[in-house]
């Protein structure tokens, strides 16, 4: 019952920030910022995605989702804990509120598709492309399926070579 209504609030959240944001494909070369959006749940290499940040050559700002957690994993990423979320799952007004002024080029949401918590944090960053792998609360333009296993390394080096494809004027 929770989880269903946790689910309408998420849409009505979506729908929301979607009419408020402009959407535009960005081949690779022209994004700078890129929000990234994980979670504990996945299998997590900090020092395997540290190498990818650096060799990207881009900003990357990592939101690490972890709800269970009391006190956040890593100092450098922005930790989403215990405190951060309502009875529902999905984050307080106030984590909302603080996110809403950050602007990206690209978000990539690498964490599972049914993490609704991840959608949200997804939807509210606000970038013209976002990237998710499903479409189930149509939050993301770009559609990129995580393989199985998973391996976080290779979906982000999977978002990145379909945005080398993109080409634009």
Same mark, same amino acid.
């Given at each position: 019952m929770l989880n269903k209504l946790a689910e309408i609030t998420l849409?009505?959240?979506?729908?929301k920030n979607n009419l408020s944001q402009q959407k535009q494909f960005l081949p690779w070369d022209k994004i700078?910022?890129? @929000?990234?959006?994980?979670?504990?749940?996945?299998?997590?290499?900090?020092s395997a995605i540290d190498k990818f940040i650096t060799d990207s050559q881009k900003y990357v700002e990592v939101f690490f989702?972890?709800?269970? @957690?009391?006190?956040p994993s890593?100092?450098?990423?922005?930790?989403?804990?215990?405190k951060d979320k309502t009875l529902l799952n999905l984050p307080k007004n106030t984590t909302v509120i603080n996110l809403k002024d950050?602007?990206?080029?690209?978000?990539?949401? @690498?964490?599972?598709? &049914?993490?609704?918590?991840? &959608?949200?944090?997804? &939807?509210?960053?606000? @970038?013209?492309?976002?990237?998710?792998?499903a479409t189930n609360f149509n939050e993301a333009e770009l559609i990129i399926e995580k393989t199985v296993p998973f391996?976080?390394?290779?979906?982000l080096n999977d978002v990145v070579k379909y945005l080398k494809m993109i080409k634009t004027n």
């Open positions: 849409r009505s959240l979506i729908t700078q910022k890129i @929000a990234l959006v994980i979670s504990k749940n996945d299998s997590i290499n900090k989702i972890e709800l269970n @957690a009391k006190t890593y100092g450098d990423w922005k930790c989403f804990i215990k950050k602007k990206f080029d690209l978000v990539i949401n @690498a964490a599972n598709h &049914s993490n609704l918590f991840a &959608s949200a944090i997804t &939807s509210t960053l606000q @970038a013209p492309l976002k990237c998710a792998q391996n976080l390394i290779n979906y």
